[in-house]
């Protein structure tokens, strides 16, 4: 559970980095590349977490 925690304050954090830089930065091919690395942030962040839960699920339970 800590490790969940501790990605999605993680990626809420460059999430945060992201969207400021891109509102600063008038720029659309910039915007394509930072929207393009946010989603991949949180496709690999879901993907984490569901590799977690099946592990967590394979053992019996414990932490996450």
Do not use: C, K
């Given at each position: 559970m800590r490790d969940v925690i501790a990605g999605l304050v993680g990626?809420?954090?460059f999430l945060l980095f992201v969207g400021y830089?891109?509102?600063r930065v008038h720029s659309?091919?910039?915007w394509v590349v930072?929207?393009?690395?946010a989603l991949l942030?949180?496709?690999?962040?879901v993907?984490?977490?569901?590799?977690?839960?099946?592990r967590n699920a394979d053992l019996?339970?414990?932490e996450a």
């Amino acid at each position: 559970m800590r490790d969940v925690i501790a990605g999605l304050v993680g990626v809420g954090l460059f999430l945060l980095f992201v969207g400021y830089y891109a509102y600063r930065v008038h720029s659309v091919p910039l915007w394509v590349v930072l929207a393009i690395a946010a989603l991949l942030a949180l496709a690999d962040y879901v993907g984490t977490v569901r590799e977690q839960i099946r592990r967590n699920a394979d053992l019996g339970g414990g932490e996450a």
